[in-house]
């Protein structure tokens, strides 16, 4: 929009740029991400700008905007404090802010996920490295460093939010407290998940019968063992998924 009304009105706004360290002038940094020389520099940023926040809102929703201010005051801010004398404007601090959120994020171990998707972008967009280096006189290689170290310092303050995040919907982290004691069997030697009862002590497969993938106990008197009776949880309302079939696995049914 402030491009085209440039180009209607056969103004430039690049007067209104940001002026490096003059104090009258740091309130720029909220108007110099939307200003652009010409269409190639406006689409040069648009792009990359609109796959990089979507990305963000799609694997980070709950913190996406804290995420989008952040980087978008934060390396406006210290593209004021250490870039050279002169005008700025253009939103490349901007999208290099989110390239670094979204790699440290990545890298960071936060999930498979963001771990593959900071591999494609570093792939992808690896040649954005020559940006962070002084080789165009007319390019503000320091916004775009500046830029990268605001993402990436927002990705580590919001690395424990970022985990959150990522945990799949439906998790209830207060039904996840109870810490389970290694079954006392072999269980290796059972191709089924661990049965609890109530007091969540795992019952013995053999003291179990399975109709239609729904584990019961046994009658007492097919009990090998002594044992008291014990309730089981919660019933189950569908058989258990073949994805549950695989040693090592607690879950709570009758």
């Not at 652009?36 to 792009?47: C, G, V, Y």
């Not at 593959?116 to 916004?143: C, D, H, Q, R």
């Not at 927002?154 to 004691?181: C, D, H, M």
């Not at 013995?204 to 090998?224: A, M, Q, V």
């Amino acid at each position: 929009m402030i491009k085209l009304f440039e180009v209607g009105s056969h103004l430039s706004l690049a007067g209104y740029g940001l002026k490096p360290r003059v104090p009258l002038r740091l309130l720029s940094i909220f108007s110099f991400p939307f200003l652009h020389a010409d269409w190639l520099h406006l689409f040069s940023n648009l792009l990359p700008f609109i796959f990089f926040s979507t990305l963000i809102f799609n694997m980070f929703p709950k913190i996406y905007w804290k995420a989008m201010l952040f980087t978008f005051v934060l390396s406006g801010f210290w593209t004021w404090c250490f870039a050279r004398p002169g005008t700025v404007i253009g939103a490349s601090g901007w999208v290099y802010a989110l390239l670094g959120f979204l790699l440290v994020a990545g890298f960071s171990k936060v999930s498979q996920k963001t771990m593959v998707v900071a591999g494609g972008l570093a792939f992808l967009y690896g040649g954005m490295v020559t940006g962070l280096v002084p080789y165009k006189p007319n390019i503000s290689w320091e916004g775009h460093l500046m830029g990268l170290f605001a993402g990436a310092l927002g990705a580590v303050y919001w690395r424990n939010e970022l985990k959150v995040s990522e945990i799949e919907p439906g998790f209830k982290p207060e039904t996840q407290n109870y810490t389970y004691k290694e079954p006392p069997y072999p269980f290796w030697l059972y191709n089924t998940p661990h049965i609890l009862d109530a007091q969540r002590n795992i019952i013995h497969p053999d003291d179990l019968i399975w109709e239609n993938g729904r584990p019961h106990l046994k009658p007492k008197e097919e009990i090998t063992e002594v044992q008291t009776e014990t309730e089981l949880i919660i019933p189950i309302e569908n058989p258990v998924p073949k994805g549950f079939q695989s040693r090592g696995w607690y879950i709570s049914v009758s």
